[in-house]
Nanobody, 116 residues
Framework: QVQLVESGGGLVQPGGSLRLSCVHS????????MNWHRRLPGKERELVAQ???????TYADSVKGRFAIYRDNAKNTVYLQMNSLKPEDTAVYYC??????????WGTGIPVTVSS
């Protein structure tokens, strides 16, 4: 069983930055695809960014050039650096892990509010 613990959310002004962290509980982290999703108010959950076990990254069009996903395998941690934040980035952000041996695992979600 995998536990994912998210941190780093909160309130930030438009144009500001936040960094989300997600700690994975198992050493298989290095073989795991890691994702950040978000659920905007009143909408379905959407994929924001993904990083493969080999380090390949993909992003939603809405965050390209502003967000960066990266991982530190020594710390079993994936990060989402969010820059130039906009009010429309306000959402609950979820860490998601997938590996062939452990399947899908989700964090509990962390709120991010972009407002002046």
């Amino acid at each position: 069983q995998v536990q994912l613990v998210e941190s780093g959310g909160g309130l930030v002004q438009p144009g500001g930055s936040l960094r989300l962290s997600c700690v994975h509980s198992r050493t298989i982290f290095s073989l795991t695809v890691m994702n950040w999703h978000r659920r905007l108010p009143g909408k379905e959950r959407e994929l924001v960014a993904q990083i493969s076990d080999g380090g390949t990254t993909t992003y939603a069009d809405s965050v390209k050039g502003r967000f960066a996903i990266y991982r530190d395998n020594a710390k079993n941690t994936v990060y989402l650096q969010m820059n130039s934040l906009k009010p429309e980035d306000t959402a609950v952000y979820y860490c998601h892990a997938w590996a062939p041996t452990t399947g899908h695992s989700w964090g509990t979600g962390i709120p991010v509010t972009v407002s002046s």
